[in-house]
């Protein structure tokens, strides 16, 4: 034997280089694969927007019943818990004038509208700072104009809610599943360390239905396509004299209110 | 042998335990494919059974980013049959018994997917 320890130490290194090499290649090689033939479509059903906006006409919208209604229809279809403390989750919510529209300045504001409730949503913002600030890409902007977010992306970092200058997101401080009184079984939950919001009811839109807050407001909140002149949306805007959350940021909230 | 007294015995002590997986491999009862409730009165999922049991995963997660990113909600299946995808409305339709199905395999692989902190699973299945 004429090996030298040089040699055994070269030739166990070529070894395990090797082996190393082969286990790579197993792994790329058992990289999943698509079913040959299987395609993915449009559902047939699916409303179509180039720019979804939505429209709420304060003038309809009075008694605590009108707001509760609308409230309660997103919140059961969506599966938000109500926890009765700060760490409250809301999809759709009220407040009053002066921490709706801050931006207005007006000192002399008729008590009827200074006193009212407000119906507050997600904006889904033409310029989302939540969708910049997000560094998992958790939340995004759909071609269509509505933000949402995939769940299983969301890290629980809340950069988004620090980035929203609406207010419009909730964090999972704990598992929602015990505060909510029944399940809508065709609608997922959210999981501690998640943060959530409206979706514009992106998933109904998708087989046909308007968002479920539309369906309960009597007509009250309009949904359409802002890119569309014959729209409810935009023949409601220019119809009437229509006010926007905090315009003066540039996130060119897609919720406009007619006052 | 130089301290051969310590060293064979350390030898013998080391390949033991070097070795216990696969001995204590051979000693525990053989592994075997769990039974599965299979949905009654339904003879085919979107797929080939094979591809499934290999795949469902990757197709969960495909779906995920086709459904939310991509706005396409109808899976085509490679024999033409159009499916919603949805996992609640559409695999757990069929599959309702949560626990004879999915849990079994994940349990007997454990292998432990989170799915379930957020979807919803088939109610008479507790
Ligand atoms: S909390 Fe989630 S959605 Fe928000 S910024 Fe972090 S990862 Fe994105
Ligand atoms: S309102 Fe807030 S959460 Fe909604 S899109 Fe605008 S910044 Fe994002
Ligand atoms: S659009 Fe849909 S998700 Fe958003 S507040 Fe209305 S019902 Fe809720």
């Known amino acids: ?259 | 042998m130089y301290n051969g007294k310590y060293i064979i015995p350390g030898i013998v002590i080391f390949v033991g335990l070097f070795t216990f997986p696969f001995w204590s491999n051979l000693l525990t009862p053989k592994y075997e494919r769990p039974q599965l409730a299979l949905p009654a009165g339904q003879k085919e999922c979107i797929e080939p059974a094979e591809y499934m049991r290999a795949e469902h995963m990757h197709i969960l997660d495909v779906w995920r980013d086709q459904a939310l990113r991509e706005g396409k909600r109808a899976y085509v299946a490679s024999n033409g049959k159009v499916w919603d995808i949805s996992l609640q409305n559409t695999c757990m339709k069929c599959h309702a018994n949560k626990a004879d199905f999915c849990d079994k395999c994940h349990n007997s692989n454990s292998v432990s997917p989170y799915c379930w902190d957020c979807h919803v699973a088939p109610r008479g299945n507790q």
């Open chain 1, 1 to 259: 034997m004429s090996t030298t320890r040089r040699q055994f130490l070269k030739i166990a290194g070529l070894s395990v280089f090797g082996l190393g090499a082969s286990t790579a290649l197993d792994a790329a090689d058992a990289v999943a694969k698509d079913m040959p033939g299987a395609k993915y479509e449009v559902g047939g059903k699916h409303l179509a927007a180039k720019r979804w906006a939505m429209v709420i006409d304060t003038r309809k919208l009075e008694s605590r019943e009108d707001y509760a209604r609308i409230i309660d229809a997103c919140h059961k279809v969506h599966n938000v818990p109500s926890i009765p403390t700060k760490q409250e989750i809301k999809w759709i919510w009220t407040d009053k004038y002066d921490r709706v529209f801050t931006d207005d300045m007006s000192q002399h504001l008729s008590p009827a509208v200074r006193e009212k409730d407000y119906l507050l949503l997600c904006n889904h913002c033409e310029n989302p700072p939540c969708v910049r600030v997000c560094p998992t890409k958790a939340t995004f902007k759909r071609a269509d104009g509505i933000v949402v977010m995939d769940y299983h992306r969301c890290i629980g970092c809340r950069f988004c809610m620090a980035g929203c200058p609406y207010g419009a997101r909730s964090f999972n401080f704990g598992d929602p599943r015990p505060y909510l009184k029944e399940v809508n079984p065709a609608f997922p939950t959210r999981m501690r360390g998640v943060v959530e919001k409206c979706t514009f009811c992106s998933e109904r839109l998708e087989v046909g239905l308007l968002p479920a807050c539309v369906e309960a407001s009597n007509g009250a909140i309009l949904f359409g396509d802002l890119d569309d002149p014959n729209s409810p949306v935009r023949k409601a805007l220019a119809e009437n004299f229509s006010i926007r959350r905090k315009p003066s940021i540039g996130t060119q909230p897609g919720v406009y209110y007619i006052v």
